[in-house]
């Protein structure tokens, strides 16, 4: 938690100046905006992915089982 606090005109100030804020900071309540919207999108493309190699698999049986029979005739 940020022991220091200063007005917002010099954190401003000392921010622009390119000095070190981070102790006017309290990282504990920092926020990622977006994060769990990415998360989502991680987990459908990774379903997505799933369902995918799962079909293709069904497929690749299904056409393994026709050329066995195709190389019987």
Same mark, same amino acid.
């Given at each position: 938690? +940020?022991?220091?606090?200063?007005?917002?005109? *010099? @954190?401003?100030?000392? @921010?622009? +100046?390119?000095?070190?804020?981070?102790?006017?900071?309290?990282?504990? #309540?920092? #926020?990622?905006?977006?994060?769990?919207?990415? &998360? #989502?999108?991680?987990?459908?493309?990774? *379903? &997505? #992915?799933?369902?995918?190699?799962?079909? +293709?698999?069904?497929?690749?049986?299904?056409?393994? +089982?026709?050329?066995? *029979?195709?190389?019987?005739?």
């Amino acid at each position: 938690m +940020a022991e220091n606090s200063i007005s917002s005109e *010099e @954190f401003d100030r000392k @921010f622009d +100046a390119g000095e070190d804020i981070s102790e006017y900071i309290d990282w504990s #309540k920092a #926020k990622r905006p977006g994060r769990e919207q990415m &998360t #989502k999108i991680i987990h459908e493309y990774a *379903e &997505t #992915k799933r369902r995918l190699l799962e079909e +293709a698999r069904r497929i690749d049986e299904i056409l393994n +089982a026709l050329q066995r *029979e195709t190389n019987r005739r």
